[in-house]
């Protein structure tokens, strides 16, 4: 994590995706740079400091889930997300609950093995050039029984030939042959050549029989296969555009080292990995219970108390330990609080904060201030088919008035509401949009009007959206 991403700097950068929610904001950021801080501190002491785990409560649509996915891309840290819901008790069907870190560790691994690829990207594609220069220009000494005569010939056709009809030819003559083909690959001459490659193929696929607890023994088990039975190669035929992409991942694969990979990854994981638990909400238990699901519910929480508190979790890459691992949960808790989850959970997720409910102002902003805004989605869609889209201020207020109305008026969920709006809004249009001249389009609030007119008239909303 970059020192320069202060408390203050980490809100900006989340004020460009996500509109209100300063207390959010300003508590995730803390927590973030806690960790950074953490880092700078004496080996002895750094290990007693815990993250201070935060709790989320608001109505589904507010950002919840957005400020821990941005604020984890932000720092460069591996980030999965998973939903309470979705885990059982140990000793009934479903997935069990170390496996969010299982899944944060491959997430890890893939992360650390990207930027390693980035740092050898240049030199993969020196080594890919050569590679692909020998197919398309095989050596007499080595290529020759790789490749055969037939495709020797048809890769120096129209070129000064490597090898003569009676012998072989000077190493001179082949090397500036060899330059030859390599300025015409980086002109493009040779992009509809195609040359023969060997691929590797797919291995055996072992299928497991889905157990209680043993939810990952197949991704395991399809490992070890893997490496018993090694994966047959054989010869494909492509463009030679396609070929030297497929060799620079081959080389880029060769230059990293996968041992260093795993250390990196394990120690990311363990440092800066953030997990977001989703719907925590409908794990609590009932207070006004005797429910036979309840028991289920509650062996959750039960079983995610080490895991929060700081355990060891066996992975496919080592033990990964989970005492420095922030967790951030969220829930609407509509229909119950934090306080009906089990005591010692509780006691793990010390921070909490409330999101509040979206209002008319704040959709309006979010439809015309943060970078990935729906209405420049839109516009930048639209814009392939050549029809360029205007949204005018009394549009955006309409649409904006509307959203909040219809939330009030049935369930509330947050901006996901101008998903559907805007698709409303916009779906005569889209279809519309590659038979039609090129123009301009205009969307004030007389045109979204007319669009919701149906909706607006009629009292059953939800028959119309969602």
Known sequence: ??????????????????????????????????????????????????????????????????????????????????????????????????????????????????????????????????????????SSKSKRKESGQQQETEATSGTTSAEGSGGEVSRGEYMTTREKFRQMWRDGKLNERYVELEV??????????????????????????????????????????????????????????????????????????????????????????????????????????????????????????????????????HYSKPSDLVPELQGRFPLRVELSALSQQEFYRILTEPQNALTKQYEAMLATEGVELEFTEDGLQEMARFTQKINEETENIGARRLYTLMERVLHELSFEAPDMEQGKVSVDAEYVRDKLKGIQEDRDLTRYIL
């Not at 997430?107 to 240049?122: A, C, K, P, S, Y």
């Not at 291995?203 to 039975?229: A, C, I, L, T, Y």
Request: charged share 30%; net charge negative; hydrophobic share 40%.
């Open 200 to 333: 590797e193929g797919s291995g055996p696929q072992v299928g497991v029989m889905s157990m209680p607890g043993m939810g990952d023994m197949e991704m395991q088990m399809q490992d070890m296969f893997s490496k018993m039975f090694p994966k047959k190669k054989k010869t494909r035929k492509m463009r030679v555009p396609e070929a030297f992409e497929y060799l620079v991942q081959q080389e880029s694969d060769r230059l990293i080292d996968q041992d260093k990979v795993m250390e990196m990854a394990k120690e990311r994981v363990e440092q800066s990995g953030i997990v977001f638990i989703d719907e925590l909400d409908k794990v609590c238990s009932k207070q006004d219970g005797g429910q036979q699901s309840d028991v289920s519910r509650e062996g959750v929480q039960r079983d995610l108390l080490p895991v929060v508190e700081g355990c060891v979790v066996n992975t496919k890459y080592g033990m990964i330990r989970t005492d420095h691992i922030l967790f951030i949960a969220s829930g609407a808790f």
């Open 1 to 138: 994590m970059d020192a320069a991403l202060t408390p203050r700097a980490i809100v900006q950068e989340l004020d460009k995706f996500i509109i209100g929610q300063e207390d959010a904001k300003r508590m995730v950021a803390v927590a973030l740079r806690n960790r950074w801080r953490r880092r700078q501190l004496d080996e002895e002491l750094r290990d007693e400091v815990a993250p201070k785990n935060i709790i989320m409560i608001g109505p589904t649509g507010v950002g919840k889930t957005e400020v821990a996915r941005r604020l984890a891309k932000l720092a460069g840290s591996p980030f999965s997300k998973v939903e309470a819901s979705k885990f059982t008790e140990i000793g009934y069907v479903g997935r069990d609950v170390e496996s969010m870190i299982r899944d944060l560790m491959e997430i890890g691994v893939n992360l650390v093995t990207q930027e390693e690829r980035e740092n050898v990207q240049d030199k993969a594609r020196e080594m890919a050039e050569e590679s692909l220069l020998d197919l398309l220009l095989p």
